[in-house]
């Protein structure tokens, strides 16, 4: 399968369950962006994904930053386009928790 098919069919299941699909540019350094303060380093090692952030000192994992950065992304987009996202998929906690007794 091309990439265009799979966009496309990603597109397609988007729309299906009614969400958007965003493309990231593919030169955003979502590894080597730290999520909590936007600071860019050079380079990462590959063979040491847990990296510190020379400016907030906060350790990350290589992917899960990555994930985040791009999520972050994504919501820039969607919120340049006049639309609203809602945090934690709409779903908000309760203020009451359930306490098994
Ligand atoms: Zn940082």
Redesign the pocket.
Known sequence: MSWSSFVDKLKYKAKQQGKHLVKIDPWFASSKT??????KVDKIPLNLPPWK??????IHDRDINAAINVKQQGIIKLKAEGLSVSANRGLRKTSHELIAV
């Open positions: 730290c999520h909590c303060c936007d600071h952030c020379p400016k907030c000192f906060i």
